[in-house]
C-alpha cells in the first residue's frame, strides 16, 4: 500500500491518544463510577430501589420539579427577550452593533459569583429594590431566598448566550426577508412566525440548549439567591453529599442532571430537523 | 424596527446584564460598615480591607496558578490532537471528539465529586494536583476547538510545501503550522485562564485545608460576613476579566474564536 | 539521455483502491511535459509521488540516474508548485522564497533571493504578504519559491486553474520564458487541453491511471488514438467500426447542405464566424459547424450532410 507522508494513521493516533487517554481518566472512569453506585442496592446487586428511594420522598420530587420549572422558564423568558434584544441589535450600524455586541457577552466572561453577588445587593432586606419601595412606604418585600430571585439571577446569567445565538441566526439570515415580507403586508407576529422564526430555529435550538442545560447544573446563583429554602437539583446534590454524606442520592442526582442535558439536548435538536423539514 | 425602539430595548437590556456591576462597584465604594446601594458615603476601605485578608491572598495565588497551568496543560495536551484530527485520516476521530468534550456537557459538580471520591481517596494525591488536573480536562475542550477552528483556516499543503522545501515533518509543524495558529493558541489559553478562574462547581468538592480557590473561598466568606469587601473583590474580579478580555479583543479579535 | 527522468511499474493506491496501477514514464532533460486528463485520472497521484509526497507500493522512481524511491522529498532535488500555491502565509514574499535556502543554510540567500524574484518579476514585491498580492503574482511567488532552490525537475500541479482568462495566457508565456531560460525539466499538470497544446514538448494523456496515449501536441491534436483521446481534443463525432476500430470527426469536417445522411437540427447557436448545429440522426447526435455565411437551418428543419472519409481519423478503438 502506498503511504503518504502526511495520511501516516499511527502518527494522527500516537498525538491524539493523550488528550483522549486524560479526557477518559479523569471524567469517564470517575464519572462512571459515580453513576453506577445508585444501581447497587444495600446488600450489592443491582438494585434501582436508590432511585425509588428517592422519587419516593416528597421533597426530593418538589426539588426535581422545581428544577425543571425554572429550567424551561428561564428559557422560555430568555428567549423572548432574547429575540426582542437580537432583533434590535442586528438593526443597528454595524459599527455600534460590535460595541453592544461586545457588552452583552461581557458578563459571560465575569466571574459567576461576582455577578449573583450582585443580585444579593439588589434584592437584600435593605437593597435597592427595597430601599426604593420603602420611599414610597411600601413595606420590605422578600425577595431573598425566593424562586423569583433565583429566576432573576439564572436569566441574568444565561441571557447573553441566548442573545449571542440568536444574533448569529439573525445574521445570518437573508438581509431582505423581513422587509420582503412586509413589503407583501405581513403583520409583525405574521413576520416572526413565518419569517423569523423558520430563519432562526438553529440558533433559538443552541442558545435554548445552552440556556437550559446552564440553568439545570448551575450552582452558584441557587446557592446565594436560594439558600436552603429554594434548593435545586445541583445545590440539594451538595447538602446531600456534605450534610448527610448520602452517597446514593448524589448519585441519582447525578444521573438525573445528565439525562436531562442529554434529553433536552436530543429533544430541541429533533425539534429543529423535524421543523426544518415541514417549512422546506 | 426604528431607531428610538431598537436602542429602548437595548438599554433595558444592558441594564439588567451590566447594571448590576456598576451597583457592585457602588456598594464596594461605601463607607459604610453594611452593604448598601446607594454608599453611605465614598471610601476605599473596604478594597484595603480585601488586601489584608490572608485567606484571600492566598486563594487568589492558587486561582491565578491554576488559571495559567491548567490552559498551559490543555494546550500541550489539545494542540496535537486538533493538529492530528484536522490533517490525519484518524480513525475514531469522533470519539475522541466526544470523550475531548465531555467535561462541558457533565455538570462540573458532578465531575468535582467523582474526582474526590474516585481518583483523590483512593489514590490519596493532593487536593491541589487534583484540581489542577480536573481543570486541564475542563479547558481540554476549550483548547481544543478554539485551535481546530484555526487549523480549519489553514491549507495542509503549505505543510507539504515546506517539506519539500527542506523541512522535517516536526521543522514543518513548527516553522509553519504554529505561527499562523498562534492567535488561535493564544486565543485558547486566555479563554482557558478565564474559565479555570471563574469556576466554581468543579472547585466545590475539591477543596481542602490550605487549599481553596478564590470563588470558594469568597462565598464562603460571604457566608459568615456581610460586609462591603466581598462586593470590592467582586468589583476588583469583574475589572480583571473585562481588562483581560478587553485587550484580547483589542489585539487578537478573540472573538472571533469563541 | 531521454530517461533523465524515468517512473518504472509505478503503483500508487490509496487504502484498497489502485489510482495509479503500474505507470511506466520516461521522460527527457529539458522537456516540459503535460500530464493532460479528465479529473481523477490521477495526475495529482502520481506528481505526489514523484515530489516524494506519497511512497509507492511498487515500481521505482529515478531522477538523473539516482534512485530516489525512499529518498525524502527535500533530498530529491525536485521542486512542486501546487495548485493552490500553499505560500506560507504569516512569511512576507521575500521570506517565503528564501524559506528552502534558509533550511539548506545556502550562503547566498540574499542574492539567489532577489535573482529569483527578478525572474518571475516581483522584485517589488519583496516585502508585501502573500495576502496583498493577486491570484497571478501569489503563482509566481510560489514559482520564484521553487525555482530558487534549482531543482532539476520542476513540477506544477495545475498551476492556472486558479487564474483567470487573461492571467492564464500571460502566465502560460512566463513560464516557457522561465523553462527556456532556466533549462529545468518541467512536469505540468493541466485538464485543459489547450493549455497542454501551447506548453508541452509533450502531452501524456492519462485515463484511470494509465496512459492512454503520449506523443507531441501535433500528434495528440491531429492523431488521436482512441476515442478517448479523440473526444478530449475535439473529435465530437465517433463511429465504431465492424473491425473493433472507429472513425472520428471533428464539427469542422462534417458536410452540412449535401451528402448521403440526413438529420434533423436539434440545436443552432450562432458562434461568430461559424453556426454550430446538433444533428440528430441514424448515428445518434451529431455535431457539425459551418462557416456563418453559409445557408442558416432551423431547428426541426431535415438537412442532408456527409461524413466524408478523407477528412476522418481513425481510431484503434472508439472508447
Ligand atoms: N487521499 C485520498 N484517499 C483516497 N483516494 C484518493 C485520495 N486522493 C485521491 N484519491 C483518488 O485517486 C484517484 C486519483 O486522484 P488524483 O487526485 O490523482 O486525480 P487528478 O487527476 O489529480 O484529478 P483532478 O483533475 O481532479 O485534480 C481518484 O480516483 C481519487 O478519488
Ligand atoms: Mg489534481
Keep these: ?280 | 424596527m426604528n431607531r428610538i425602539a431598537a436602542w429602548t430595548v437595548i438599554s433595558l437590556l444592558l441594564v439588567f446584564l451590566i447594571g448590576p456591576f456598576i451597583i457592585i462597584l457602588g456598594a464596594a465604594l461605601s463607607a459604610g460598615p453594611v452593604m448598601a446601594f446607594p454608599p453611605d458615603g465614598l471610601s476605599l476601605q473596604w478594597f484595603e480591607k480585601v488586601f489584608s485578608i490572608d485567606s484571600f491572598r492566598s486563594s487568589f495565588a492558587i486561582s491565578i496558578w491554576l488559571g495559567l497551568c491548567s490552559p498551559l496543560a490543555a494546550l500541550i495536551l489539545g494542540v496535537p490532537a486538533s493538529y492530528a484530527m484536522a490533517r490525519y485520516d484518524v480513525r475514531g476521530a469522533e470519539l475522541v471528539r466526544l470523550l475531548v468534550s465531555a467535561p462541558i456537557i457533565v455538570p462540573g459538580i458532578i465531575v468535582g465529586l467523582a474526582l474526590l471520591r474516585y481518583l483523590v481517596i483512593p489514590t490519596g494525591i493532593g487536593i491541589g494536583l487534583a484540581l489542577f488536573l480536573a481543570h486541564t480536562a475542563l479547558v481540554l475542550p476549550y483548547a481544543v476547538r478554539v485551535v481546530s477552528a484555526s487549523m480549519d483556516n489553514l491549507r495542509a499543503d503549505i505543510e507539504e510545501a515546506a517539506v519539500m522545501l527542506g523541512c522535517s515533518r516536526l521543522g514543518a509543524f513548527l516553522r509553519v503550522v504554529l505561527p499562523n495558529i498562534r492567535g488561535g493558541i493564544l486565543a485558547a489559553f486566555i479563554l482557558g485562564f478565564v474559565t479555570s478562574f471563574n469556576e466554581v462547581p468543579v472547585a466545590l468538592f475539591l477543596s481542602g485545608p490550605g487549599i481553596t480557590t478564590l470563588p470558594i473561598d469568597m462565598i464562603g466568606y460571604m457566608e459568615i460576613t456581610y460586609d462591603p469587601s466581598v462586593a470590592a473583590l467582586a468589583a476588583l474580579l469583574a475589572a480583571l476579566s473585562i481588562a483581560i478580555v478587553f485587550a484580547a479583543e483589542r489585539f487578537l479579535g478573540l472573538s472571533r474564536y469563541v | 539521455m531521454s530517461d533523465y527522468v524515468s517512473l518504472q511499474g509505478l503503483t500508487l493506491t490509496y487504502g484498497d483502491t489502485v489510482a495509479v496501477p503500474a505507470l511506466d514514464l520516461e521522460i527527457a532533460k529539458g522537456e516540459l511535459i503535460c500530464l493532460l486528463g479528465p479529473s481523477g485520472c490521477g495526475k495529482t497521484t502520481t506528481m505526489r509521488a514523484i515530489a516524494g509526497l506519497l511512497n509507492p507500493s511498487s515500481g521505482t522512481i529515478t531522477i538523473d540516474g539516482r534512485d530516489v524511491t525512499r529518498v525524502p522529498p527535500s533530498r530529491r532535488e525536485v521542486g512542486l508548485v501546487f495548485q493552490s500555491y500553499a505560500l506560507f502565509p504569516h512569511l512576507s514574499v521575500y521570506e517565503n522564497v528564501a524559506f528552502g535556502l534558509r533550511m539548506k543554510k545556502s550562503p547566498d540567500v540574499d542574492a539567489r533571493v532577489r535573482e529569483g524574484l527578478a525572474t518571475v518579476g516581483l522584485s517589488d514585491f519583496a516585502s508585501r504578504m502573500p495576502a496583498e498580492l493577486s491570484g497571478g503574482q501569489q503563482q509566481r511567488v510560489a514559482l520564484a519559491r521553487s525555482l530558487v532552490m534549482q531543482p532539476k525537475v520542476l513540477l506544477l500541479d495545475e498551476p492556472l486553474s486558479n487564474l483567470d482568462a487573461r492571467l492564464r495566457l500571460e502566465m502560460r508565456m512566463e513560464l516557457q520564458r522561465v523553462q527556456r531560460e532556466t533549462g529545468v525539466t518541467m512536469i505540468f499538470v493541466t485538464h485543459d487541453q489547450a493549455e497542454a497544446l501551447s506548453l508541452a514538448d509533450r502531452i501524456i494523456v492519462m485515463r484511470g491511471g494509465r496512459i492512454e496515449q503520449q506523443g507531441s501536441p501535433e500528434e495528440i491534436y491531429n492523431r488521436p488514438a482512441t476515442g478517448f483521446v479523440a473526444d478530449f481534443v475535439g473529435f465530437e463525432t465517433i463511429l465504431p467500426q465492424e473491425d473493433g476500430t472507429a472513425l472520428a470527426w471533428r464539427p469542422s469536417a462534417v458536410e452540412l447542405g449535401s451528402g448521403p445522411y440526413e438529420g434533423r437540427v436539434q440545436g443552432v447557436s450562432f458562434a461568430g464566424e461559424r453556426r454550430d448545429y446538433v444533428l440528430d440522426t441514424q448515428f445518434g447526435q451529431i455535431k457539425a459547424d459551418v462557416a456563418a455565411e453559409r445557408p442558416a437551418h432551423g431547428i426541426g428543419e431535415t438537412v442532408a450532410f456527409d461524413l466524408p472519409r478523407e477528412r476522418a481519423v481513425t481510431l484503434e478503438r472508439a472508447k
Design chain 1, 1 to 280: 500500500m502506498s503511504s503518504s507522508v502526511f495520511g501516516n494513521r499511527t502518527t494522527g493516533l500516537s498525538l491524539t491518544l493523550p488528550a483522549a487517554l486524560f479526557a477518559a481518566a479523569l471524567f469517564l472512569v470517575p464519572v462512571a463510577i459515580l453513576l453506577s453506585e445508585a444501581f447497587v442496592g444495600p446488600e450489592g446487586g443491582f438494585s434501582l430501589s436508590a432511585y425509588s428511594d428517592f422519587f419516593a420522598d416528597p421533597r426530593y420530587r418538589a426539588v426535581f420539579w422545581r428544577t425543571l420549572k425554572l429550567g424551561v422558564l428561564v428559557t422560555l423568558t430568555a428567549a423572548i427577550i432574547g429575540y426582542v434584544a437580537a432583533f434590535a441589535i442586528v438593526s443597528l450600524p454595524p459599527k455600534s452593533r460590535g460595541r453592544i455586541f461586545g457588552l452583552v457577552i461581557l458578563p459571560l466572561m465575569i466571574s459567576p459569583v461576582a455577578r449573583t453577588y450582585a443580585w444579593l445587593v439588589i434584592l437584600g432586606r435593605t437593597g435597592i429594590v427595597n430601599e426604593t419601595l420603602g420611599l414610597f412606604g411600601i413595606e420590605p418585600i422578600r425577595f431573598l431566598f425566593t424562586e423569583t430571585a433565583v429566576f432573576i439571577g439564572l436569566l441574568q446569567l444565561f441571557m447573553p448566550l441566548m442573545i449571542v445565538s440568536l444574533i448569529s441566526a439573525m445574521e445570518n439570515m437573508p438581509s431582505d426577508a423581513v422587509p420582503a415580507a412586509r413589503l407583501l403586508g405581513a403583520s409583525w407576529v405574521q413576520v416572526f412566525l413565518r419569517v423569523i422564526l423558520p430563519l432562526t430555529r438553529e440558533g433559538l435550538v443552541i442558545g435554548g440548549t445552552l440556556v437550559f442545560t446552564g440553568s439545570l447544573t448551575a450552582y452558584i446563583t441557587p446557592a446565594i439567591l436560594g439558600g436552603s429554602k429554594v434548593l435545586m437539583l445541583e445545590t440539594l446534590l451538595y447538602q446531600r453529599v456534605t450534610v448527610a454524606r448520602d452517597f446514593a442520592s448524589a448519585s441519582v442526582i447525578a444521573l438525573i442532571l445528565i439525562l436531562m442535558c442529554f434529553g433536552a439536548n436530543l429533544v430541541l435538536r429533533r425539534l429543529a430537523t423535524v421543523k426544518r423539514r415541514t417549512a422546506a
